[in-house]
Structures are given as structure tokens and as C-alpha cells.
């Protein structure tokens, strides 16, 4: 007897550690998944590629505008923000000051740099109907054009999930002394400025939470997924849409369902 209840504090005491120590196990990252595939990505590419979907969808571009800017984006620099690169380029997208893309500051930011390279794709005459490294080439005037066509299967992958096409299609995770204090104005104030007016601040029934309404269910995921991959950067704690709700603290978890989430509106904790 004595033994058997040994065993069961030993078992007790052993759940409680790993309770405490699961947060931590996973270290941080992303995950999206789509029925065309899945792919991993650090909290900075995540964020980056939200941000490429947030001005697509501000920008009323087809998903093939997605496509063809992440597949460029992954190419010129893996979805990352980067300080330089090949001579004066900088950026997701390495455009370079010296060509007329804009100062280094600007193109340094991922929601200014994407809008001008969604703005020179649109001027392409027909791009919709080009191949992908050609569409892209004519922007990017880079070295080697085909090395674009080899991310389309991702870059695919990668609209559908940041672009809202499929629903749920995001998580992110990071332990607990990865967080960040609350900053959720400055969160909505960000989102609004990737998505623009396309978005309708709803003044909040109480006052830990903000509710974001979006046009339609597919703009309302971008925007839960814009929400899921820079809840670390303003300290987001849970979002909620459709029927799912997504935790920090759970994060690696995913969504799970939650029958009191708003259909038509986003709400950010």
C-alpha cells in the first residue's frame, strides 16, 4: 500500500513538472497548413508573410498577386526582413534604393516594401497569365529569374493560410518568458495600417479586448492569422473568430473550437 501510494505521488509529481515545463518545450515558431500542404516558419517570417497577405487583401489583389510575392519574397531573402544584402539591397523583397525603389528606411518597413512590389507587379501587362518567375522577373530584374519558380508549390501554400482561403490555417508558439507586455492599440493600429479601411474597429463590449470586423470570413482569417503571428511582438494573449480561439499560452496547440467566437468579427486580447 505504501508503495502503490508512492507511485502515485511520483506519478502526481511528475505530470505537475511536466505541466509547468511544457510551455517551454517547444521553443518558438509557426506553422501553417493548408490542404495543399504544410510548412514551418520563425515568428519573423510568419509576421512577414501575414503582412504580405494583410496588403494584398488592402490592395484588393487576386491570390495569384500572393503567390507570385511570396514566392519572391522566400527567393530574395527566406520571408525575412533583411538590414542589406546584394550591394545598396535591402528588405523582404531586396529592392535597392539605387534603382528607384524608395529609401532603405521604407524598404525596411514589410508593409511599404510589399505595397510597391504589389504596386510595380500590377503594372506587368497580363501578369496574371504569366508564369510565376516571369511575372516575378519583370519586377525584380534579379540575376537568375527562374530561381523563382521552384517556391511556388510553398508560395501556394502560404496564400491560402496568411490570405484566409483556409480557415484555421496558422499557429504560432513561444514560451512564457518569450512574452511581451500588452501593447494592443499599437497591435490594432499596425493591423489597420497593413489592411487599411478594409477593417472597422468595433468599439469593445468590455475593456481587455479589441473586436476588429472584417468585410467577409476570408478577410476576417487574414486578419486572425495577421493577429496569431504578431501576438508576441504586442503581447497578444488569444484571438478569436468563426468558432475557433487561438491561445498564447497554448499556442503549439492550435485553434480549438469555441462556439461563442464571432462569425463576423475578430476580437484580439
Known sequence: MVALVAVVALSAGGWALYTRARPYLHGSGCEVRTALGKMPLDLDQAANGSTIAAVAVRKALPERASVIAFATAIQESHMRNLAGGDRDSVGMFQQRPSQGWGSPDKLRDPVQSTSKFFDALVKVKDYLDLDLHDAAQ????????????????????????????????????????????????????????????????VAPAAPDYDAVRAPNERTGWAVAAWAVTHAQTFGLSEVRFAGRHWRASEGHDGWTHDAKAPATTVIVR
Not at 151 to 175: I, M, N, T
Open 138 to 201: 519583370r519586377v525584380q530584374r534579379s540575376a537568375d529569374g527562374n530561381a523563382y519558380a521552384q517556391h511556388e508549390p510553398d508560395a501556394k501554400v502560404l496564400a491560402q493560410a496568411f490570405g484566409g482561403r483556409s480557415a484555421a490555417s496558422v499557429r504560432c508558439w513561444y514560451p512564457p518568458n518569450k512574452r511581451t507586455d500588452p501593447r494592443r492599440a499599437d497591435a490594432v493600429r499596425e493591423m489597420r495600417r497593413a489592411f487599411g479601411s478594409r477593417l472597422q474597429v
